[in-house]
Nanobody, 128 residues
Framework: QVQLVESGGGLVQAGGSLRLSCAAS????????MGWFRQAPGKEREFVAA????????SYKNSAKGRFTISRDNAKNTVTLQMNSLKPEDTAAYYC?????????????????????WGQGTQVTVSS
């Protein structure tokens, strides 16, 4: 069973950047497709980005395309979300998630229900 710990959140001005990291332990990291989700106060959790086991396939929420980049390092058991050109509407708690669903090394999913393992979250606040 994998455990996930996020870091890198904080307060940033609009237009700024943050780099979120998620460290995994307790499992074979390369067996898991990974995702980032976020939840703002009073809103439902939403998909942000996902990456396949191999790192060769990625997917993004439309509003994140061109601004966010998800990557992973299977040797270091980490997945990273680089966020540039941040906007106030990006303010939320960001969660890292892992899934063993799917058979292909290129599998990824944007459905939160497919992820069995979640981190505790890291807060991102973007001021205008």
């Amino acid at each position: 069973q994998v455990q996930l710990v996020e870091s890198g959140g904080g307060l940033v001005q609009a237009g700024g950047s943050l780099r979120l990291s998620c460290a995994a332990s307790g499992g074979t990291f390369s067996n898991y497709a990974m995702g980032w989700f976020r939840q703002a106060p009073g809103k439902e959790r939403e998909f942000v980005a996902a990456i396949s086991r191999s790192g060769g396939s990625t997917s993004y929420k439309n509003s994140a395309k061109g601004r966010f980049t998800i990557s992973r390092d299977n040797a270091k058991n980490t997945v990273t979300l680089q966020m540039n050109s941040l906007k106030p509407e990006d303010t939320a708690a960001y969660y890292c998630a892992a899934t063993r669903s799917g058979a292909s090394s290129n599998y990824y999913t944007s459905y939160g229900s497919q992820y069995a393992y979640w981190g505790q979250g890291t807060q991102v606040t973007v001021s205008s």
